[in-house]
Nanobody
Framework: QVHVVESGGGVVQAGGSLRLSCAAS????????MAWYRQTPGKQRELVAS???????HLADAVKGRFDISRDNALNTAYLHMNSLKPEDAATYYC??????????????WGQGTQVTVSS
């Protein structure tokens, strides 16, 4: 069984920065794709960013130019670097991992989520 653990959420002022970390461990197969999703109450979960072990990556239009995703394959850890945060970025951020290669999923393994609050 793969375990996915997020960290790094918190409260930040609008315009500030935050870095989320996601570590995946366990399982029989290599983790290839890792992604960050976010969700607010009453809305569907949306894909924010994703990256493969080979370095392909995707960023949602809403965060392009402000967010970045990186990965340390040796640690099976993905990072979401969030800059110029806006109040509309506030959400619960979920990390997902999979042994597949698709940037848009589906993802089999999910973390519990970490809360990001942006104060205006």
């Amino acid at each position: 069984q793969v375990h996915v653990v997020e960290s790094g959420g918190g409260v930040v002022q609008a315009g500030g920065s935050l870095r989320l970390s996601c570590a995946a461990s366990g399982g029989r197969f290599a983790i290839n794709a890792m992604a960050w999703y976010r969700q607010t109450p009453g809305k569907q979960r949306e894909l924010v960013a994703s990256i493969t072990s080979g370095g392909r990556w995707h960023l949602a239009d809403a965060v392009k130019g402000r967010f970045d995703i990186s990965r340390d394959n040796a640690l099976n850890t993905a990072y979401l670097h969030m800059n110029s945060l806006k109040p509309e970025d506030a959400a619960t951020y979920y990390c997902a991992a999979d042994d597949g290669y698709r940037l848009d999923g589906p993802y089999d393994y999910w973390g519990q989520g970490t809360q990001v609050t942006v104060s205006s």
